[in-house]
């Protein structure tokens, strides 16, 4: 019976109203969100604090390919070697700006976006905390014992403190302790206060906001205006900074030539010291220190400077770091037909342990063919009984060129740049070398070489010191510095500042005490309440000079604590 009746039933879109309900549901009208409603909640998604701590994960995870791929900026023949070596990937990945990572379309697209979306976070915050400041504490709540943190005290009838006296006495502890007052007018027979502190907070909070949206703009304008270049400077030469002076010169964006100060820096001396009583690390580096001179531009005086590692100098707006240093042989080249082709320091590039360098010396003025040499540069050479040269030690006492020689095409007149530390001997002819009958080439101080079928010699002159600088101009990283360390204050201050709400409400009982409650509320988590509760109940009880504790004045003080009722 059952199941036939329930055979029997319809469902409404089945029963005699169908129609209708489909009818209805066609000519009902839904409403539509229109363009300016899409972007209100457009710029409602990307002012969200969830949307930007997405778009900073997401700068992160952007700047990843800035560290696997050479960067065109920093090295540009290495990217264009790299997308040499790979024609498959390489002309793909240039396409999609992975060798410009840092300026690319993309990169740029999730910095703004975070840096519109951080200020659509903080200044709606910034305008609500501001009007919570000026307004007034909320009112008190009926039934103060449902609050977190809840106590009663009693005054004896002899103790001559009416509630509105009680009140008051209140409201002068809290503002001592820091609150911000307000004493309502009594309800009915019930004086009444509401305080409130710890706005210092939200403060806090929008001071670490706001300062990720400056540390964003100190980094983009030391992107756009700032740049970086290196140059070594052997003993005796002198930098002034323009853009021929550099070795290497990485432009910002959009960084002028003319913005340029024209300093000057000659390197003095430099000196290494290395350790002489360790027996363990005989010949490691203890210090560096380069003496320069300088000058703030064509008119000002001379001034003695000391450069040292992590220790940079200041001149024009940039900082001068020393980065690395090493040898420089000093050595003459005459030609075929016994002209002075090349004369001055070789800087020797440091390839292992106690300076042991690499040396190239390109002679493209030789007649009548140009000449070449690539070896090795050892400060105190030692020689094995197999015949093998190598560094006993990092200190001049005993300096050696081991080289070999070319002759032919250099190559540089084809206008493709080269390394200067390496040589290409693909298009030369060899003269000197250990395999061939002429013999390699191995001088020592004042010493001089015939290369072989008259192309020439070579003298071993002396022997200079050099240093590595970076030059660095970025003018927005002091203001990173500043609002950095205004993000951690502003932190700090938001974690260990607790905003709190107290309310205290006075009444007379009809024998003539005077009763009070009082009642805490904190705003987000806070374990520290309860000890709060405490604190301000020994106050009001010395206030009116009676024991926190009921137990030891029975007759004038009452107490009950209640949580989370």
């Known amino acids: 019976m059952s199941e036939s009746v329930k055979s029997t039933k319809k469902s409404p879109a089945e029963g005699p109203d169908a129609g209708k309900l489909q009818q209805a549901k066609s000519d009902a009208a839904l409403p539509t969100l229109g363009v300016g409603g899409m972007l209100r909640w457009a710029w409602t998604q990307l002012t969200s604090m969830r949307t930007a701590l ?89 039934r103060l014992s449902r609050l977190p943190e809840y106590g009663t005290l009693v005054l004896a009838a002899d103790a001559g403190i009416p509630a509105s006296k009680a009140i008051t006495d209140a409201a002068g502890v809290l503002k001592k302790r820091g609150y911000r007052v307000e004493v309502r007018d009594a309800d009915g027979d019930l004086p009444s206060l509401g305080a409130e502190r710890g706005f210092m907070k939200e403060v806090g909070n929008l001071i670490f906001h706001t300062s990720l949206i400056g540390v964003l703009v100190s980094v983009a304008i030391g992107g756009l205006f700032g740049y970086s270049g290196q140059r070594i400077l052997v003993e005796g030469d002198t930098f002034v900074n323009t853009l021929v002076g550099y070795d290497q010169f990485s432009p910002g964006t959009n960084f002028q030539s003319g913005w340029l100060q024209p300093y000057s820096v000659r390197l003095d001396k430099f000196q290494a010291t290395f350790d002489r009583e360790s027996p363990r690390k005989t010949g490691q580096p203890i210090d560096y220190t380069a003496e320069v001179t300088t000058k703030e531009n064509t008119d000002a005086p001379e001034k003695k400077e000391i450069l040292k590692v992590n220790d940079p100098i200041s001149l024009g707006g940039t900082s001068m770091y020393l980065t690395g240093n090493g040898y420089a042989p000093v050595v003459t080249v005459r030609d075929g037909e016994g002209n002075v082709a090349f ?9 292992g342990d106690n300076y042991y360098s690499s040396v190239v010396i390109k002679v493209p003025d030789g007649k009548p063919d140009q000449l070449g040499f690539n070896g090795f540069f050892l400060p105190t050479a030692f020689e094995t009984e197999e015949g093998i040269s190598f560094s006993a030690d990092p200190a001049l006492a005993n300096p050696q060129l081991t080289l070999d020689s070319y002759y032919g095409d250099l190559g540089l007149d084809n206008g493709v740049p080269q390394n200067v530390f390496e040589l290409d001997v693909s298009d030369l002819t060899q003269l000197n070398g250990r395999k061939l009958e002429a013999g390699g080439i191995t001088l020592v101080l004042g010493q001089t070489a015939t290369l072989p079928e008259g192309k020439g010699s070579i003298t071993f002159d002396s022997v200079k010191k050099y240093v590595g600088v970076d030059i660095h101009h970025n003018p927005g990283q002091l203001y990173a510095l500043i609002f950095g360390l205004l993000a951690v204050a502003g932190l700090v201050t938001s974690l260990y500042i607790s905003r709190r709400r107290v309310w205290v409400r006075t009444g007379t009982h009809q024998d003539g005490r005077t009763m009070i409650e009082y009642g805490l509320l904190a705003r987000g988590e806070d374990h520290r309440l309860a000890g709060e509760a405490a604190a301000i109940r020994e106050l009001l009880a010395n206030e009116w000079q009676i024991s926190p504790h009921p137990s030891d004045t029975p007759d004038t003080v009452s107490s009950t604590t209640q949580k989370d009722q």
């Open 54 to 142: 997405f778009l900073l994960l997401l700068l992160a995870v952007a700047a990843v390919p800035g560290s696997l791929f050479p960067q065109r900026p920093a090295n540009p023949a290495v990217v264009t070697d790299w997308i040499k070596n790979n024609p498959t990937s390489g002309p793909f990945l240039d396409a999609v700006q992975m060798f410009d990572v840092y300026s690319s379309a993309w990169f740029s697209a999730i910095y703004l976006l975070l840096f519109i979306s951080l200020i659509g976070c903080v200044t709606p915050r910034a305008i609500a905390h501001y009007k919570a400041m000026k307004s007034q504490p909320p009112r008190t709540p009926k």
């Open 343 to 351: 004369q001055g320091p070789v800087t020797a590039k440091v390839q």
